[in-house]
């Protein structure tokens, strides 16, 4: 299986920045679409960022302007640079990939791989 680890989760201040990355176990980038989910209890879980593996991007409103996915393929890399964050922004963000194209992955079901999340935490 595919398997992809987060990391540069942590606690934030208000306003301030952090980049995730995730690495896949598998060189799976020239293939796979990939993005970031967050998770926030009492919150719907929200795609935040996807990028293709032509690089083309979609970003939820909510962190649009704020937020750049990026992708590195030669390091089987995606990374998520989170600036001007905000308390609502505090959730656990997974790196997730799938066969499918991004403009399929709000069609039927969930998307096939998924890291096991990272923290991150903004103080107000």
């Known amino acids: 299986q595919v398997q992809l680890a987060e990391s540069g989760g942590g606690l934030v201040q208000g306003g301030g920045s952090l980049r995730l990355s995730c690495v896949a176990s598998r060189t799976i980038f020239s293939e796979y679409d990939m993005g970031w989910y967050r998770q926030a209890p009492g919150k719907q879980r929200e795609l935040v960022a996807a990028?293709?593996?032509?690089?083309?991007?979609n970003y939820a409103d909510s962190v649009k302007g704020r937020f750049t996915i990026t992708r590195d393929n030669a390091k089987s890399a995606v990374y998520l640079q989170m600036n001007s964050l905000k308390p609502e922004d505090r959730a656990v963000y997974f790196c997730v990939a799938d066969e499918r194209p991004l403009q399929m992955w709000d069609q039927g079901r969930p998307l096939r791989y998924w890291g096991q999340g990272t923290q991150v935490t903004v103080s107000s």
């Open positions: 990028i293709s593996t032509g690089g083309s991007t």
